[in-house]
């Protein structure tokens, strides 16, 4: 069964560069979520969409933007690269369904992005 | 490899009942695990965080077990409200805390 696909898988970047992570939903999902985890941290939640709309703001830098395109993958850009951006970053994809639909809401994660900021 | 697998996959249930969601996982070594409750279409919240040496710990009307011996840990739910409708994640940390997610429970109450 075709998974949520995140790309690159290992990124290598310096200081005050950008970087720009995909993740790919499961056919048909329509929301999706992005993750931040740092070295030895738990994961922080940084931003959702669902219909390609923002649904939901969580620790997100100022200097990161995303957006969920038609085709509802979606893209995490990173700006003005800090050392402390290093980090895995993990997309989960759900769909909202309906009360009588038994996959509704069930998230499906990603292998991760690891960033790695020299 | 590590897993995390949960049961049910989805849960419909009547307001004011208690309900109970199952996590286990293969996720050597272990960490720590958190119970998460995510709205649709928003971020999730913590609802515990458990080590290995924890059996029990309770938030309100959540409660969450971890059999560590087992790898097995609950989520009980009482006295269910509407807003309890939701998914609700079992992530297990392993080896320098990477983390390892469970599908999630969707969990429905109705009135």
């Known amino acids: 069964a075709a998974g949520v696909i995140q790309s690159p898988r290992h990124l290598i970047k310096e200081k005050r560069e950008t970087a720009t992570l995909k993740c790919y939903p499961i056919?048909?999902?329509?929301?999706v979520y992005w993750y931040q985890q740092g070295p030895g941290q738990d994961p922080q939640f940084l931003i959702s969409f669902y219909e390609k709309m923002q649904s939901d703001k969580g620790s997100i830098p100022d200097r990161f933007s995303a957006q969920q395109f038609s085709d509802y993958h979606s893209e995490l850009n990173m700006s003005s690269l800090e050392l402390g951006d290093s980090a895995l970053y993990f997309c989960a994809s759900s769909s909202i369904g309906t009360a009588l639909d038994s996959g509704a809401n069930v998230l499906t994660f990603g292998a991760g992005s690891r960033l790695t900021v020299l | 490899k590590n897993q995390v697998e949960q049961s049910p996959q989805s849960l419909i249930i009547l307001e004011g009942k208690n309900c109970t969601l199952q996590?286990?996982?293969?996720?050597?070594?272990?960490?720590?695990l958190r119970w998460y409750k995510q709205d649709t279409g928003r971020g999730p919240v913590s609802l515990t965080i458990?080590?290995?040496?924890?059996n029990t710990k309770s938030n309100g009307r959540y409660t969450a077990t971890l059999d560590a011996d087992t790898k097995q840990s609950s989520l009980h739910i009482t006295a269910s409200q509407l807003s309890d409708s939701a998914s609700y994640i079992c992530v297990v940390s392993g080896a320098s805390y990477i983390p390892t997610f469970g599908r999630g429970t969707s969990l429905i109450v109705h009135p």
């Open positions: 458990m080590t290995f040496s924890e």
């Open positions: 056919p048909r999902h329509d929301t």
């Open positions: 996590c286990n996982y293969t996720v050597s070594p272990f960490s720590n």
